[in-house]
Structures are given as C-alpha cells and as structure tokens.
C-alpha cells in the first residue's frame, strides 16, 4: 500500500497534463502507457460495477420503495388506480398501536433466537462428527447435507407438513406402532406448541448444513498438534472443544450466528405452508403478519411500515454481531 | 406535405411511446382500432369451475366472431386467489376477464379494478338472473359481476355404506340427522379413522347451515354500520349444536381447511359417513373410484325443525371485465357468449352447477343428485354485501373462531366474542 500511494500524484498529475496537452491522444509511447496505468487504476470500479448495478436494482430501490409506501395511504383501491397519498407517519402509528404487533414481534425474537440456538448446536455436533468419520462416511454425510440444503424451502415445508399429517403422517404410523401410544389421530397442528415444534424443526433441519460445513471447514484449518498439545495436558472432549476449537473458529461462529438470525427472523415460506399462522394466529410471525396487512386486507402502507420497523430489529438485532465481527476481522490483519 | 405530418406524427409517436406505456385507457380510435386489435385476450377462470367442453365451444363461437383474436384461458387455484387477483388488476395488463367467487366481487369493484357492466344488463339477459349471484356482483347499484353460475353444498352419502348401516331412507329434521349418524358410527366406528361426519374444522362455508338455522347471522347492518352478530344467542347455540356433531363425530384435523383434507377423499375411502359438498365433488369422488358409481347420493341438510332444510351458502363466482382491460369490446363478447343461454345449459348439464338463469333452472329437474342440489338453492344465503366482507375471509376470522371451538381451546361464547368484534372492526375499517 504504502509503495503505490507514494506513487500515485506522481501518474495523476501526468495523466492531467497529457489529457490537456494531447486531447486527441498520441502515439508517443509515454503517455500511452500511463494511459494504461490508469485504466489498470479504474479497473477494479469498472469489474464491481456489475455488481452495484444489480444491488442497487434488488435492493437499494426496493428498501426504498418500502420506505416510501410506508408513509402512503395504499389500499386496494389507491394500488389499483395508482393513486399517491402521503400519510405521514400515521401508518407507523397504527402499527405501534396494534397489540398483536408486539405479541407478534416478541414471538418473532423468541423462536428465532430458540432457532439459530439449536441450529448451532446441531451443527457444531455435526462437523465435529464430520472430523472423526472416515473418507467414505464423511462424503456420504455431506452429499446428504447439500441435498437438504438444496431443497426448495416451500418443498421441504411441504414434505414436513406431510410427515407430520394426523392422518396419513409418518411419524404418527412410526410413533402408533413402535410404542404403546395410539396417535393414529393425533393432531400436531391443533395447538400452539406443537405447531411450532414442526415448523422449528423444519427450519433448523434446513439451517445445519450451511452451519455444519462453514464450520467443518473451519475445523480443517486447526492443526492437529494443537489438539495433540491439549491431549497430553489432560484436556478431555469437552475442555478441547471450549479452550481450543471454540476461540480458534470464534470468527466463523459469530458470522453464522448472525447470519442464521437474520435468515431465522424472516422465515415466511415454511410458516406459510406449515401453519399459515394458525391454530388461531397462535404461530404467527413478523413477515407473515406483514403478508396478511398487505396481500391479505389489501393495506399496503400499513404492512410497508411494519415492514421497514422488520428491518430495523433484524438490523439492531445483528449490528451487535457485525460489530464484533468487523473488530474480530482488524485484529486478524 | 401530407408525407411530412406522418413523419412528424410518427416521430411524435415514438418519443412519447415510453410514456404511453404508462396509461393505458386512451381508447383507440377510428381506423386504428382495426389495426391494433390484440391477436389475444386473456381469460382468468377457476379450478373446477367450467369442464372443457364448455370452455372450448365458447372459444369456438367467439374465434367465429373474432377471427383474428385467441381466447387464452388461465386457470387459477382458489388458494390465495384474492392476492394473485389483487396483483393482476393493479399489474399494466390484467386479464381481460375474470371468473371472480361471488363473495369478492364488491371488494375488486369497490376499489376500482372492475368495469362497470350496468348499462349491458338487458343485453345479457340479466332479468332473470340468480337473484343472489346478481347481488353479489352489485355494489351501489351498479353491475361489475355478472352470474357466471351458483353452488350450494348438500349432504353427500354413500348408499351401500347407508345399506349396510341400517339405514333406509335419509334424516328430515336435525334429530334424525343425529340418530343417523350414531348408526353410520356404530356399524363402521371400529376403524379409528372412520368419521361418520367428515367436517374439517376451518370448513366455515359448512359450518354457515348451522348459524343461520338456528336464527343467527353473521353481521347485521345498524345505521350504516355493521356489527358482527355472531355472539347473539341464537348463532351461539347453532355453533354449540354444530361442536357437539364435529367433536363426537369427527376425526378430520380441527385445524384443517376443505380444500387440504377434502372431504372427498375420506367418502372415496370408506373412511367418511356424510360429508358437506358441492354437487361437483360427487363426481371427483366417483372418477377417482369408478366402482362407487351410482353409489353416491344426496340429501338436503335438514334443518332444527322438522320437514326444513337448514339455509345453505350460496357460493359460486361472476364473470367480471378488468377496467384496465386493453380490449374491453372483446372481453365483452367472450362474456356474454359464456353468461348466455346455450354455454350455460351446456354448463349445468356437463358441470353439474346451477346455471345462472332462473329460465335453466329445470334442466336438472330428472338428475336425482342434481336436482336435490338446486332445490337446497332455494333456500340459500350469502355472506353481508359489503366490499369490506372479503377481509373478515382473507383475516381468517371465521376459520380462527371454528378452531378454538372444536379444539375446546375457548368456549363458544368468548370465542363468538372474539369473532364479533373482529368482523365488527373489519367491517368498519
């Protein structure tokens, strides 16, 4: 860094004087190769170009255009005839004043922190069950990984839904007949926990492989002398796992911490297949809570608001995270 | 000269091309019309509404008409209809027409996505008309919907199952409805999945029968306002008599909703006594087991006193025309083509539904199943005529209110309650 910044107002003012002193561009062979030196000094702009162009259409206008329908008064009918009425902020109001807002949002918080808690847990187990297992075993383990993260999340709802159906489900026929309990009939979605019990089930299922690999392939970047060190010092699993292994990969864990809760804060598509929000709005979440404001009773502006306040707790929620993340990264370099 | 205004004309047509875009309802005018006559136009019906032999002969006589023009024909799911609808009508182009169900017209035409068909009446035939599908498709007097055709549920059961139950002729008051299926349990009961009433506990269309028989509504209009009427004594006590039946009888999931864990799928099985349904679903049950055909019959659901039937719901859809529709003329004539006499004869024989004509309405009049269906029709009602009744469906109002009384999760009066005021601030929202 230091070499090229003591270099740079040497190029920049030869570049200024060549491009007034030669508009039309020269054949000598000095300016022609700062010319170079330059293009070499915009490339990396032009190659992330692509890229700020497409964030900027999937996400900058987007959240924009969710900020600024938050302060509209949209309706079916103002959607329809596309008409623009500023509210100020009384859709905020609305939703502040709603009661099952809060109810909601303190769900929201609880099972997706209970989420990524046993997400973590089952993916810690997993890659270090990945470590020990040999060649054959551990390919098997992570093919089956890759294809349950692969699986399309409505799918997969789709799948857990069914094995967990009162009447044709698997898991009642296996529970019916392996033990004394008769659940030929049993229902998991006619009260609150069950339901829930399904579909954390099913978002954790999904979550492990993305945890579990990261983190296997954190683990392959410890050398085994340091395991070998504790080993001989007397440490057993457990004390090698939390004296060694844990502060060693503590970088990855706090990226899939936050990662897993931003991703658990917005789970939609298994809610919507599984419970809909039911029995009786017991299941609801935040983003689903959002979708029945808006596709629901057609109060677009209404839900926007309650989308952008969705925003601002996932953001407060893992700015912790990031913080420590971007001082873990500094004292790395 | 004349060569230069069309240059400049041209020139002028295209910077302003990008804009035009944009609005759409610049109808087009004299010899344009001829050139930019849309080579399709797009038709949205729902699943199961119309067979395909009806679809096709009404395409057939309209690309007589409009040789240049193709009917699309898409069709929609009714899960999550109103979102996709409520997408496609504030998209640039919405279909043309639209099968829309009867109880979500007025909100589609309240906001402004629907065209105003009023002065059309006479042409359709409208006077003779289903007098509760044209309600549904009013709103402030005028016409956005018009009846496409109309459904009622009825008891369907299964004879050799009635047969081996002991049960000879079907039940005629409440009473008896009870008494039946007390037989139907006993003699098939043994099998834990068996239920002799199949009522899946979101099912509220079927659950409405009971309400209104025993003297309740849904809401009720006080000086321009509405206020939900579920908690009056009267609907409490239909809801109880409906929870003892569906508690004692039923082993559908309380959670479940008709169209997950339909109810044709357990009376194809063995594995259901009655259940609720529309006239079409005797057919799904008989094309997915051929052996059970002529096996499969109907009864009114009686009613509290004896010799009644209990009110049904009267469900079914109206054909509407989109406002954003970029060939109105066109849309029109395909519609009128299917709302008119020979598509729905066609429609109520091969489909089984009620037409939309009282003047059709003997066409079943020697079709033992069919006939029972069209007479529960006489006695039918519909849910309140307010664009803002669509909410209380897409709320789940009704469906939350069945589950927490079947789940024995709250008592019918607080969980009445509750649905009261939701419907009463969804109304009046």
């Known amino acids: 860094m230091d070499v090229l910044d003591t270099g740079q107002p040497d190029v920049d003012s030869a570049l200024a004087t060549t491009t007034v002193g030669a508009p039309l561009g020269g054949a000598p062979t000095g300016p022609a190769r700062r010319h170079r030196r330059r293009a070499g000094h915009l490339l990396p702009y032009w190659l992330l170009l692509p890229s700020v162009v497409v964030l900027v259409g999937l996400l900058a206008y987007p959240l924009f255009s969710l900020v600024t329908t938050s302060f509209r008064r949209l309706d079916l009918r103002q959607l329809i005839r596309r008409q623009t009425i500023w509210v100020g902020t009384a859709n905020y109001r609305a939703i502040l004043r709603d009661h099952e807002f809060w109810v909601v949002t303190l769900r929201t918080i609880v099972f997706a922190m209970v989420c990524v808690a046993a997400t973590l847990l089952a993916g810690t187990l997993v890659a270090l069950l990945m470590r020990r297992l040999g060649r054959g075993m551990r390919l098997l383990v992570s093919v089956g990984m890759l294809l349950a993260w692969a699986t399309p999340t409505v799918s997969a709802a789709t799948v857990f839904k069914w094995l967990f159906d009162e009447q044709y489900g698997v898991v009642n026929w296996l529970v019916t007949e392996l033990t004394p309990l008769d659940w030929s009939a049993h229902s998991w979605f006619d009260s609150k926990w069950p339901a829930f019990f399904v579909l954390g089930l099913c978002v954790v299922w999904q979550a492990i492989p993305f945890v579990a690999l990261t983190l296997y392939a954190g683990l392959t970047s410890i050398p085994e002398e340091i395991y070998e060190a504790a080993t001989i010092d007397g440490a057993g699993a457990w004390r090698q796992f939390w004296a060694v292994t844990r502060p060693l990969l503590r970088p990855i864990f706090l990226i899939l911490i936050s990662l897993s809760l931003i991703w658990d804060l917005k789970v939609f598509s298994q809610l919507y297949v599984i419970t809909r929000g039911g029995p009786s709005r017991s299941t609801l979440l935040l983003n689903l809570y959002t979708y029945n404001l808006g596709f629901g009773v057609s109060r677009f502006g209404v839900a926007a608001a309650a989308a952008v306040i969705m925003v601002v707790i996932t953001f407060i929620a893992t700015a912790f995270y990031i913080r420590t993340m971007i001082r873990v990264g500094e004292e790395a370099l | ?429």
């Open chain 2, 1 to 429: 000269m004349k060569h230069r205004h069309l240059i400049a004309a041209g020139i002028a047509a295209a910077l302003l091309g990008v804009s035009a875009c944009g609005s759409s309802n610049d109808a087009p005018t004299g010899n344009n019309q001829a050139a930019s006559q849309p080579k399709e136009i797009t038709i949205w019906l729902m699943n199961g509404s119309a067979p395909d032999s009806v679809v096709q002969a009404v395409n057939k006589e309209f690309t007589a008409k409009h040789p240049g023009t193709t009917p699309k024909i898409e069709i929609q799911q009714w899960d999550g209809i109103q979102e996709k609808t409520t997408t496609a009508l504030a998209g640039n182009t919405p279909p043309d027409v639209l099968e829309i169900g009867s109880t979500l017209v007025s909100k589609f035409a309240d906001s402004g996505g629907l065209a105003d068909l009023t002065g059309k009446k006479s042409d359709l035939g409208g006077d003779s008309w289903l007098k509760g599908l044209t309600e549904a498709g009013t709103l402030d007097g005028k016409i956005y919907g018009v009846p496409y055709y109309g459904g009622v549920r009825a008891v369907i059961y299964r004879t050799d199952m009635f047969t081996k139950a002991g049960i000879s002729s079907p039940p005629t008051d409440l009473a008896s409805f009870t008494a039946m299926l007390d037989k139907l349990q006993k003699k098939f009961g043994a099998d834990p999945k068996f239920s002799a009433l199949y009522f899946p506990g979101q099912y509220w269309y079927a659950a409405l029968p009971f309400v209104w028989d025993a003297g309740g509504e849904l809401a009720v209009q006080d000086g321009g306002q509405w206020k939900g009427a579920l908690d009056s004594p009267q609907a409490q006590a239909g809801l109880s008599t409906l929870k003892d039946l569906v508690t004692k009888y039923s082993k559908a999931p309380v959670n479940g909703n008709e169209n997950d864990n339909d109810p044709a799928t357990p009376m194809g099985e063995g594995k259901a006594g009655v259940i609720i349904d529309n006239g079409w679903k005797v057919g799904v049950i008989t094309k997915a087991h051929p052996e059970l055909k002529g096996k499969v019959a109907v009864f009114a659901l009686p009613g509290k006193s004896p010799g009644t039937t209990a009110p049904v719901f009267l469900g079914g859809s109206n054909l509407a025309i989109s406002e954003g529709s970029k060939a109105p003329d066109l849309a029109y004539d395909w519609l009128k083509i299917m709302a008119g006499t020979t598509a729905q004869t066609q429609l109520a024989t091969d489909g089984g539904v009620i037409p939309n004509s009282t003047n059709l309405l003997n066409l079943h009049a020697k079709d033992p199943i069919l006939s029972v269906f069209d007479a529960a029709a006489k006695n039918s009602r519909s849910t309140p005529a307010t664009p803002k009744w669509a909410n209380v469906e897409s709320g789940t109002i009704l469906q939350d209110m069945l589950v927490a009384i079947f789940s024995g999760k709250s008592s019918v009066a607080d969980a009445t309650k509750t649905a009261s005021e939701a419907i009463t601030k969804t109304l009046n929202s």
